[in-house]
């Protein structure tokens, strides 16, 4: 629409096929797939990374991926399985050996097990706990204690911690001797004696100080301890917004019980903003992979809300058959009005969703913006009322049409303004997700109330 | 609407109050700045983090933001004018005295002052320039020449390398004898002799490998090389795809010139969409804190475009104004058709925008896609026809009105599904942003064809 936004266009569009998976490349697998031809098809899936191997999976259609996995289905580890989405991990693992599966979830951090199995079937769940050494499986069904979506989910078990009057020198040597480092690890988390942590020690810091440093003296500004029950979105948003690079975790003691890192919390915003997006569209969670019937069953309840809304506003115009009947002007005007106040509805709403989710808007600013948003509505309402007036002047050459269409747009572009960033507070104050519910009563307030305000004054006007 | 989406409530519900600013702790410190208690104000602004100071300036009211500033001014550092909205950077620098700007430019690294100065005015840019000291100067002006939202200007220009030959014992001496290392890094980058990362060894692993392991044995799986000129929102899928933790970035001739970070990467992935969902609702970008007027403005171009779109709706209504004056209960019914097929529109839309962002739709499974967006319009077509007919049937007693708002319906979510997801796919092609556009050509195809189907088949039919 505006300028500036068009200027972004060349770059986005030059390397807009980057890190999307290659046509040819595609081609090729899918080819030795055909031609059954197993070493060809290891050969072309080896420089994929995991998770590029796992979009693969989710974009050929399922007779393909059938033929793939049955071909390539020893070569599948712990790594694709935690990229693949919820949906096909089912289908996946079901095709897997017992041996295949036992060897990648064992190499999997207890984190991506968790998340693995959050969403299987009891059967499988069983299985791939029961290929887990003992320490494993123990970690992995504590986090499994903790609400579905919480930290406590999230987490994984191994952390680097130390003593918090240990000095850098100590630090390195226990560091230098330890056997069993986990494989990403960016902090040393300080804890007190009785395992509270206090503090995060960056590597870095560590390396570049001298050895007799106390650690304490050396620690990060901005330390952030998560609760293990808190909503993974919080968590998220934690990590966004203080920059954090690792948090530990803590029971209700304030006992460290693990440790959440950026690249999950990143993966966590990610799907977070996924669902509002999905969500203010109605339409729920699923994959390009799903099937017609499992799509169509998430796409109806909202076009079933939908069509009671639109009813509602039909019983609107059903009240004024007599008015237009008489001036038939009326059916053709009627739908505008409508129409411009669903999408100054949706733009506040929108907004309005959005402030809520990364907590903008809050107590302290609540009424200035729907003072603002009011505003608004009343300034383009009356731009769109000269032009409507004008357009119903000069079509049906009726003065009084052209007053009673522009005073109903300037309404409903106020009542679009108003209800497009009450409702979705509303909704939030009583604990319903605003951007699942909103944009069904916000489209039902702008139809009833447009149809109301151009029928009721034209049949006032007019007859 | 459906059942697992509700089950999340109570955990968001509890926690939804996280990290949102404190509205005791506001109050506060909109008092101290009514009774002009500096003291006062700085203690209670002292346990903020920079984020949420940022957060409150936005917050507040343009008033009570000036009254704030004049009294803590001083206080403001480097670290909250990065996490300050653009809208309200200009503003707030015009207050700070150049020694307080100096000094808060001074102590940022290198990609939060290109952040800082690209959005400024001529003059304000050049102040702060003036404020670093000569190769800091450099190295933002050298950013500077890299394109808007490119790699360049979102990468630090502090990195930490060594020579690919090098073994964990000679890094280690290295990093311990060097004075400035990096505030925040994670890895070391092993270059080539000619300059070039070769690969990414992270500090943990040189903590836990024996002084004569060589590097090149000890480097990460995972090494993604991001081109300098590469658009920032690739940049963040590459890392959010990948598990990255920092990269380093390179100039046209593959040679190292700095490193990006995931925090970076982060706050970049939670722009973009907070764009795609903006650019989805038709609302340009902005903040809260703007004024009526600029919100105004950048709503207004949609509100225009939706107006054409329904004018030219209401011309195709216009083409059948004797048979809504001959059925008036054409005029009651005609807009559930076209508001279900616009809500049908705008969920395989918004599906469709998602997936070209993830890029998860691509060349080798769009048909597919497609496919089963008409079909999935076909069954809830199917569905709500029926739904309808009964309805048209019951409320006019109109049997032959009941086929014809059922045979519309059928129609037109079809097309609703057809059109969504061909529509983005084509801008996408084209170079369009599909989040900003697809909107508006989607609903003027489902409100066409929704009324010309309606109205036509009652005109064939009723007439």
Redesign the interface.
């Known amino acids: 629409?505006?300028d500036e936004?068009l200027?972004?266009?060349?770059?986005?569009?030059?390397?807009?096929e980057?890190?999307?998976?290659d046509?040819k490349a595609?081609a090729a697998i899918l080819y030795a797939v055909d031609t059954g031809d197993a070493e060809d098809l290891r050969q072309r899936m080896e420089p994929l990374?995991a998770?590029?191997i796992a979009?693969l999976l989710?974009?050929?259609?399922a007779y393909d991926r059938g033929r793939l996995l049955r071909l390539y289905g020893r070569e599948i580890d712990g790594e694709i399985l935690s990229e693949l989405d919820e949906t096909l991990r089912e289908e996946v693992i079901s095709v897997l050996s017992p041996e295949t599966l036992a060897e990648a979830v064992r190499e999997m951090d207890s984190d991506d097990v968790v998340d693995l199995l959050e969403d299987l079937e009891d059967h499988q769940q069983e299985a791939i706990l029961g290929h887990l050494e003992e320490p494993d499986r123990v970690a992995v069904q504590q986090s499994l204690t903790y609400?579905?979506?919480?930290a406590g989910r999230l987490m994984q078990r191994e952390v680097?911690l130390a003593p918090e009057h240990w000095t850098v020198g100590e630090a390195?040597d226990y560091?230098?001797g330890?056997d069993d480092?986990?494989e990403?690890?960016?902090h040393v988390i300080l804890v007190d004696p009785r395992h509270k942590p206090v503090a995060n020690v960056?590597?870095?810091k560590?390396?570049?100080s001298p050895r007799t440093t106390p650690l304490k003296e050396i620690t990060e500004d901005?330390f952030q301890v998560i609760p293990a029950?808190?909503?993974e979105?919080?968590v998220a948003?934690?990590?966004?917004?203080?920059?954090?690079?690792s948090a530990p975790v803590v029971d209700e003691d304030g006992r460290l019980v693990g440790m959440i890192t950026?690249?999950d919390?990143?993966?966590v915003?990610?799907e977070e903003?996924?669902e509002?997006?999905?969500?203010?569209?109605?339409?729920?969670?699923g994959?390009?992979s799903d099937?017609?019937?499992s799509?169509?069953k998430?796409?109806?309840?909202?076009?079933?809300?939908?069509?009671v809304?639109?009813?509602l506003?039909?019983l609107v115009?059903?009240q004024f058959?007599d008015a237009?009947?008489t001036v038939?002007?009326?059916?053709?005007?009627?739908?505008?009005v409508?129409?411009?106040g669903g999408?100054?509805g949706?733009?506040s709403?929108?907004?309005a969703v959005?402030?809520i989710a990364?907590?903008?808007?809050?107590?302290?600013?609540v009424w200035?913006?729907i003072r603002?948003e009011c505003?608004?509505g009343l300034?383009?309402g009356v731009?769109?009322a000269v032009?409507?007036g004008i357009?119903g002047l000069v079509w049906f050459g009726s003065p009084a049409l052209g007053y009673v269409i522009a005073a109903a747009m300037v309404i409903n572009l106020v009542v679009a303004g108003f209800a497009g960033t009450v409702i979705p507070v509303i909704l939030?104050r009583i604990?319903?997700?605003p951007a699942?519910?909103s944009g069904a009563f916000v489209t039902t307030v702008t139809?009833v109330v447009g149809?109301f305000a151009f029928l009721g004054l034209a049949a006032a006007v007019l007859l």
Request: hydrophobic share 50%; charged share 20%; net charge negative.
């Open positions: 629409m505006a936004e200027t972004e266009t060349p770059e986005t569009e030059d390397e807009s980057a890190y999307a998976l046509r595609v990374h998770a590029d979009d989710e974009q050929i259609n609400p579905e979506y919480s680097v390195i560091l230098r330890e480092l986990p990403q690890f960016y960056t590597l870095g560590i390396m570049g901005v029950t808190q909503y979105g919080d948003y934690a990590f966004n917004q203080y920059h954090l690079i950026i690249d919390a990143m993966a915003l990610d903003h996924e509002d997006i999905l969500r203010l569209a109605g339409v729920g969670e994959s390009l099937r017609v019937i799509t169509t998430r796409r109806f309840p909202w076009l079933a809300v939908n069509l809304t639109a009813v506003a039909s115009i059903a058959e237009i009947a038939v002007a009326l059916a053709v005007l009627m739908p505008i409508a129409s411009m999408n100054a949706t733009q709403l929108t907004v959005r402030a990364t907590k903008d808007l809050t107590g302290a600013n200035r913006v603002r505003l608004v300034v383009n731009i769109f032009v409507m357009v939030d604990g319903v997700d699942l519910a139809d149809f």
